[in-house]
């Protein structure tokens, strides 16, 4: 009988990481100073591969970070590919991140509880003008990313936070320098 249960464990399917496969790209968040750490696994005391710096002071590239292609989510940690050094001449270690490190900008006008655009909106933007940068990557599903993000509005020129939101987003922008002209998210 010992046998024929080791068999049968043997034959159920591995448990699926958190959110399942994702497929965008994040940055790290700049409003760390320390290098990003890439751990061999989802857990801070896991041995660190490699470090992502973000761009540095007086270069064309002050200001930003490291890009990275999240694949996966699990405890707050996002499993990162082809990364890139900030200036894009080093490629990073593939591994986990803590995903409160990560960053992202979404080309969209609405926000939703679930990664489904026929899913209630948690978010709709007043107008297309920046579209949304998430302060957290909370979870992934496939091309969506569940952020936590602030919800604002302007006074003059100034953005005056209001509070912050959680939800999923997708239409998700590969570039720092520029908005992603021509990428559309979703659209109420």
């Not at 958190?18 to 857990?43: E, K, L, M, Q, Y």
């Not at 302007?154 to 021509?182: N, Y």
Request: contains cysteine.
């Amino acid at each position: 009988m010992r046998h024929i249960l080791a068999g049968l464990v043997l034959l159920l399917p591995a448990p699926a990481l958190a959110g399942g496969p994702c497929d965008f790209p994040a940055f790290g968040n700049t409003r760390f100073v320390d290098p990003i750490a890439i751990h061999t696994a989802p857990a801070a005391g896991s041995p660190v591969v490699g470090l992502a710096p973000h761009g540095e002071t007086g270069t064309e590239f002050e200001g930003e970070s490291a890009y990275f292609k999240v694949v996966a989510m699990q405890d707050g940690w996002a499993r990162v590919e082809d990364g890139q050094s900030a200036d894009y001449e080093t490629a990073l270690p593939d591994g986990w991140v803590d995903s409160a490190l990560l960053t992202l900008f979404a080309q969209t006008e609405l926000a939703f509880v679930a990664p489904d655009p026929a899913s209630d909106p948690v978010w709709q933007a007043m107008e297309m003008e920046d579209g949304v940068a998430a302060e957290v990557v909370l979870d992934c599903s496939g091309e969506w990313a569940r952020i936590r993000f602030a919800d604002y509005h302007r006074q003059g020129d100034e953005r005056i936070i209001a509070g912050f939101l959680t939800g999923w987003v997708r239409g998700i922008c590969g570039s720092q320098r520029t908005t992603c002209d021509g990428l559309v998210g979703d659209r109420p």
